[in-house]
């Protein structure tokens, strides 16, 4: 692995978006006999503690993959454990982050989500709006995939009514649920697994990539500095040439 030239990290290159797909969950729970809701269970305090370690950060931008579209596929009682969950999550959100400057924005599709998840979204998001510091993004019942879709028939129906006349990347961009938001600079995913599961398909494309063996409940704060300081030892070119 390549890091950074003296191996720790820099305050001053820290990214300004990091997107993190939070993924072994289960097989933490397997490896100790328990059932794969209380490896979810585990992920969450996880998750509490990485939004707290990327704010002290300075991180501008943390994306987390919390459900994917694909996820409804598992079994009804997982499902339902982890909509519990994510319920807990955003009940207690202002309570948790309070005297935190953290704004919550849940990204993906509310198609199939439960009512009482969809009233808590709205609420969470509308009082935290006015708040700047970090951005703390939910992907949740997320497909990027289906984000290009929704975006491209946005675009349709934008040139039928003359809103727009030309087709270009920014004309998407836009449309994404990710409007407004930059690109992340760094992707981390836990647990050995190296591919992105239709997480942010269009918006990775310039991406610094991280896999990291590590399951995702037993990820730390120096598991994510040490993800920060292999970025940092990363040359980005962007197509260009540098020497
Ligand atoms: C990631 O952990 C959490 C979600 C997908 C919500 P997994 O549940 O995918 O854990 P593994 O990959 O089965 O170990
Ligand atoms: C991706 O993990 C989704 C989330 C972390 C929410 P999965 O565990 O669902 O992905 P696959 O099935 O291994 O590709
Ligand atoms: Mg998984």
Not at 181 to 194: A, H, N, V
Request: charged fraction near 30%.
């Amino acid at each position: 692995m390549r890091l950074n030239r003296k191996n720790e990290l820099d305050p001053n290159n820290i990214p300004e978006h990091i997107a993190i797909i939070m993924d072994g969950n289960g097989r933490w729970a397997q490896k100790r006999g328990l059932s794969r809701s209380m490896g979810h269970r585990e992920g969450s305090k996880t998750l509490r503690k990485i939004v707290e370690a990327c704010y002290k950060l300075g991180v501008k931008y943390l994306t987390v993959y919390a459900f994917s579209t694909e996820n409804w596929s598992r079994p009804k009682e997982e499902v339902d454990e982890l909509m519990k969950l994510l319920l807990e999550y955003l009940r207690n959100a202002e309570k948790e982050l309070k005297g935190k400057n953290i704004r919550i924005k849940v990204i993906g599709e509310k198609k199939r989500l439960p009512e009482e998840i969809l009233k808590e979204i709205d609420r969470v998001q509308k009082n935290t709006e006015h708040i700047s510091g970090l951005d703390f993004i939910i992907a949740l019942n997320y497909g990027g995939r289906q984000e290009i879709v929704d975006a491209v028939s946005r675009v349709v129906n934008d040139v039928k009514s003359g809103k727009i006349t030309e087709i270009n990347e920014e004309a998407i961009s836009e449309r994404l649920y990710t409007s407004g938001i930059p690109d992340p600079d760094l992707l981390i995913r836990t647990s050995g697994e190296m591919r992105i599961s239709n997480f942010l398909i269009w918006q990775l494309s310039y991406t610094e990539f991280y896999f990291c063996d590590v399951l995702w409940p037993d990820f730390t704060e120096k598991h994510l500095k040490e993800a920060i300081i292999c970025y940092q030892g990363r040359q980005r070119r962007f197509g260009g040439v540098k020497c």
